[in-house]
Nanobody, 114 residues
Framework: QVQLVESGGGLVQAGGSLRLSCVASGRIFSIDVMGWYRQARGKQRELVAG???????NYADSVKGRFTISRDNAKNTIYLQMNTLKPEDTAVYYCHAAMSPDYWGQGTQVTVSS
C-alpha cells in the first residue's frame, strides 16, 4: 500500500505561481515513476508532468517552460512548481504513483483567476 497526500493548491491570479507538494508513505521503495495529473471540470484527467526516481522528466506541451517537476527521494516527496499560471490551468491536481495497481492522491484544487 502507498499513500499520497497533496498540498499547496489554492486561488491565484493569472501570471502568479504556486507550488504543489506530494508526500508518499507506505511501500515507497518500490515507486519508480511519479507524476502530476489534472482534471478540469467536464474534461478528462490529463498528464501534466512525470518524473522517474533517477530524475528524468516529461511534460505536457501546454505546461512546458512554465511548470517544473522535482523529486526529493530522501523526503519521499515530489513537487510541481507552477509559474506564469493561466486560467486554463484551473483544475484539480492529482499526485500519481505508477505501480500495479496505480495509486492516486485525493487531489488539490488550483484556481487561476483572470
Amino acid at each position: 500500500q502507498v499513500q499520497l497526500v497533496e498540498s499547496g493548491g489554492g486561488l491565484v491570479q493569472a501570471g502568479g505561481s504556486l507550488r504543489l507538494s506530494c508526500v508518499a508513505s507506505g511501500r515507497i521503495f518500490s515507486i519508480d515513476v511519479m507524476g502530476w495529473y489534472r482534471q478540469a471540470r467536464g474534461k478528462q484527467r490529463e498528464l501534466v508532468a512525470g518524473i522517474t526516481s533517477g530524475g528524468s522528466t516529461n511534460y505536457a506541451d501546454s505546461v512546458k517552460g512554465r511548470f517544473t517537476i522535482s523529486r526529493d527521494n530522501a523526503k519521499n516527496t515530489i513537487y510541481l512548481q507552477m509559474n506564469t499560471l493561466k486560467p486554463e490551468d484551473t483544475a484539480v491536481y492529482y499526485c500519481h504513483a505508477a505501480m500495479s495497481p496505480d495509486y492516486w492522491g485525493q487531489g488539490t484544487q488550483v484556481t487561476v483567476s483572470s
